[in-house]
């Protein structure tokens, strides 16, 4: 029975439960120093003095760090890029100047943590504050073009202005998204280790081993062969991992200094204003369609904010380029306010769940204004073609999400007219959405070796985000070879392994995967050419499309022969085999096909109409991620998304106070996330079909495809139940009363 397709239980999933499985933080290195960082309390300004006299007296302190004594940096790059991705631009304790509330300004290292954290008490600061402080809320009259980022920052096909101005029906309307943080489980942490021969070792909470690595290469001068970065287990990265950040920087530089291992790990309100988050956005969406829904025209604008040092840009109008055809046109357009504050960075999911919020919303604005049904509308609207790129998809099973999705939900049972549905003395509302996610097509590299035993060794240089990475890579080796899963052994997240890409974007599966698989069938290849040619050949003469594998055999079953992986090797002298695979595709932008992931998602509600409490009361998501490797983990990764977008809908924010400059609400406590009690049984299927444009294994990107239209489908319910259409995020009592 084939490993691929089956619903296997995490490899790892027992030294987890069991605390056996090490994260950064948990790695014990000997002689080991503790890091503790002191942070600016302004916004805007400069520090005019640092006394660190009675920090450096304190017990147990070996340093005191301060922009007068930290060794000079190298420059981050420009332009910025995934291969040495640094989280901002400006570097920490190289000059005075103070750009945001919370930036590192002095770094003492102790033997202890409480020695550390306690002899950070004892700095002494004082500052020149400037003003003004430009912090937010952003405006349109504050709004600047920005160089362009990832993508080009506008775009524009067709007439879109036209196709509007020419619909029977038109609407524009303003969407509002807040501020959101990762808070992983995990905080960020580095253990920094210097050998005497020069070589750094990175112990880091990183979904990019190998861009860590580039990156500090670049800005302390060390050359990328002497630098090792690992990363076995992440407790969530979510996309605030995948990029270094100044705490990184400060703990190899000061581990270098002392000549002493330092592990430097951020307190969870560090984490508010260390490692980026999700930007607020301010977007504008114009919709023409004729009478019967037929969209006409797209216009969509979005509004973000960005540092003064750096120019992250939230690709919001992103997802809007090739969801829907139009008649006319579709234009989108991006700006950015430059403010006082940390970088942004990627959120799961960036851009595309912050954009479908606004165009989705809208599309139910459209449904209601033209009298046709939101299912049927977005079926009315779907295509084949790209509209941005003018390429065919590889495969869209969008229509299949929709109709899929409605059947499993029970949609034909809504009744359309809002406030029309109720149990008892609540109000119940329907609401759905489309989604549409971008793939990414990244170079990729494994080692696979069998054993003497029999057993085989996977080895990449990618990673476990929590995802089930070790258990699906088991998969995808285990067929080629004939081998059971868990005769297969994977290592993963050290740059001492095969180079491969980072963690994000949802594509690890299809990149990092397809390497696997490509190494894998090399290996089955040698061993069957040690089978017809090699010492004692058993298959001489045969040929190779002949040889069958299973359970750790090949076989010539028309001559009932056979021998095991074990005694082919021990035949020919061999203590292994070892065979590499190198994914090497063309970037998905210069295909002949457009590639994306799709899905359809479903929402019921349950709102109280005295108190203005929503509660989720049943979702169905219907995904095309293309071929599903391993339905169990897949259904986790969705499960985890739609929470992620239930979140996102109802209950995560990240209080401003924009006079100090700084976010407020910095733990748990303040910032909400959905616990066990808000979540029902969520029902997930999958409708794709194996996309070989996508990759070699056929699978596209899933995990983050889960997160998007979750609030949008959520709040078109809302309006079905109240009547009461909320276009900012999150909805609150306060909003619905």
């Given at each position: 029975m084939n490993a691929v397709g089956r619903p296997i239980s995490r490899a790892d999933g027992r030294l987890k439960v069991t605390g056996a499985a090490r994260y950064t933080a948990d790695i014990p290195i000997p002689g080991a120093m503790h890091a503790a960082m002191v942070h600016s309390t302004i916004a805007n300004g400069r520090t005019v003095s640092i006394?660190?006299?009675?920090?450096?007296?304190?017990?147990?302190?070996?340093?005191?760090?301060?922009?007068?004594?930290?060794?000079?940096?190298?420059?981050?790059?420009?332009?910025?890029?995934?291969?040495?991705?640094?989280?901002?631009?400006?570097?920490?304790?190289?000059?005075?100047?103070?750009?945001y509330a919370g930036q590192p300004i002095a770094l003492v290292v102790a033997a202890t943590l409480d020695q550390a954290t306690y002899a950070g008490t004892l700095v002494r600061i004082e500052y020149e504050a400037e003003r003004p402080i430009v912090f937010g809320p952003q405006s349109a009259n504050e709004a600047v073009d920005p160089p362009q980022f990832l993508w080009p920052v506008a775009s524009s096909v067709g007439d879109a202005d036209k196709g509007i101005a020419a619909g029977a029906v038109k609407l524009e309307r303003t969407y509002t998204t807040s501020d959101r943080h990762h808070n992983q489980m995990e905080p960020h942490a580095t253990m920094a280790v210097w050998e005497t021969d020069g070589t750094l070792t990175l112990?880091?909470?990183?979904?990019?081993?190998?861009?860590?690595?580039?990156?500090?290469?670049?800005?302390?001068?060390?050359?990328?062969?002497?630098?090792?970065?690992?990363?076995?287990?992440?407790?969530?990265?979510?996309?605030?991992?995948?990029?270094?950040?100044?705490?990184?920087?400060?703990?190899?530089?000061?581990?270098?200094?002392?000549?002493?291992?330092?592990?430097?790990?951020?307190?969870?309100?560090?984490?508010?204003?260390?490692?980026g988050h999700q930007p607020a956005t301010i977007q504008t969406i114009a919709l023409g369609a004729d009478k019967n829904g037929r969209l006409n025209g797209i216009r969509h604008e979005s509004i973000s904010p960005t540092p003064v040092f750096d120019n992250y840009i939230e690709y919001a109008a992103l997802a809007t380029r090739s969801l829907w055809a139009t008649s006319g046109g579709i234009a989108t357009n991006h700006k950015v306010v430059h403010v006082n504050r940390n970088t942004p960075t990627a959120m799961r999911s960036?851009?595309?769940?912050?954009?479908?919020?606004?165009?989705?919303?809208?599309?139910?604005?459209?449904?209601?204004?033209?009298?046709v049904d939101p299912v049927a509308l977005r079926l009315l609207n779907d295509t084949e073609i790209d509209p941005h790129s003018g390429r065919p998809f590889s495969t869209r099973a969008m229509r299949k999400c929709l109709l899929e999705g409605a059947a499993r939900f029970g949609w034909e049972k809504r009744t359309p007219e809002p406030r029309s549905m109720r149990d008892g003395r609540y109000l119940i509302g329907q609401g759905m959405a489309g989604a549409i996610y971008t793939h990414w097509r990244w170079p990729a590299k494994a080692r696979v070796t069998?054993?003497?035993?029999?057993?085989?060794?996977?080895?990449?240089?990618?990673?476990?985000?929590?995802?089930?990475?070790?258990?699906?890579?088991?998969?995808?080796?285990?067929?080629?070879?004939?081998?059971?899963?868990?005769?297969?052994?994977?290592?993963?997240?050290?740059?001492?392994?095969?180079?491969?890409?980072?963690?994000?974007?949802?594509?690890?599966?299809?990149?990092?995967?397809?390497?696997?698989?490509?190494?894998?069938?090399?290996?089955?290849?040698?061993?069957?050419?040690?089978?017809?040619?090699?010492?004692?050949a058993p298959f001489a003469g045969a040929e190779a499309k002949d040889v069958v594998h299973a359970d750790g055999w090949l076989a010539l079953a028309r001559k009932n022969l056979s021998v095991t992986y074990a005694e082919l090797l021990a035949r020919n002298g061999l203590s292994k085999l070892v065979a590499d695979g190198d994914y090497d595709p063309v970037p998905e932008a210069n295909g002949p096909k457009a590639i994306f992931s799709f899905s359809a998602v479903f929402a019921e509600v349950r709102v109280d109409p005295d108190l203005g409490l929503v509660r989720l009361n049943r979702f169905v998501g219907a995904y095309d991620a293309g071929r599903i490797i391993n339905p169990k983990t897949a259904r986790s990764q969705a499960i985890g998304g739609i929470i992620w977008g239930l979140g996102q809908a109802l209950l995560e924010q990240s209080e401003t106070d924009p006079v100090m400059g700084r976010f407020l609400n910095r733990n748990y406590s303040g910032y909400l996330v959905p616990t066990n009690a808000d979540v029902p049984e969520l029902d997930v299927l999958f409708v794709g079909e194996f996309d070989e444009e996508a990759s070699p294994l056929g699978a596209k990107g899933l995990g983050e495809l889960t997160a998007v239209s979750v609030a949008p489908a959520i709040a078109n319910a809302v309006y079905h139940a109240t009547g009461k259409r909320l276009r900012a995020l999150p909805i609150t009592v306060e909003e619905l009363l």
């Open positions: 006394d660190i006299s009675a920090a450096e007296k304190a017990s147990g302190v070996l340093a005191v760090f301060t922009h007068r004594n930290l060794p000079r940096m190298n420059p981050t790059p420009r332009p910025w890029s995934h291969l040495h991705p640094h989280g901002q631009g400006y570097l920490p304790l190289q000059d005075d100047k103070i750009h112990y880091e909470t990183t979904q990019h081993i190998f861009g860590t690595r580039e990156l500090v290469a670049i800005v302390l001068g060390v050359p990328p062969a002497k630098i090792n970065v690992v990363s076995h287990f992440l407790g969530g990265g979510f996309g605030g991992k995948a990029y270094v950040w100044p705490h990184t920087l400060l703990a190899a530089l000061a581990a270098k200094v002392l000549n002493r291992p330092v592990r430097l790990q951020l307190t969870r309100a560090q984490m508010y204003s260390m490692v960036p851009h595309e769940a912050l954009g479908h919020f606004a165009i989705e919303s809208a599309m139910d604005e459209l449904a209601y204004a033209t009298g069998l054993n003497s035993d029999g057993s085989a060794l996977v080895e990449a240089g990618t990673h476990d985000l929590g995802t089930g990475t070790y258990t699906v890579m088991q998969q995808v080796a285990a067929d080629p070879l004939g081998l059971s899963p868990d005769k297969v052994t994977v290592r993963l997240g050290d740059t001492r392994l095969p180079e491969s890409h980072a963690s994000i974007g949802s594509a690890t599966m299809a990149n990092a995967g397809a390497s696997v698989m490509l190494a894998a069938k090399a290996l089955r290849d040698k061993a069957v050419a040690l089978a017809l040619n090699g010492r004692d």
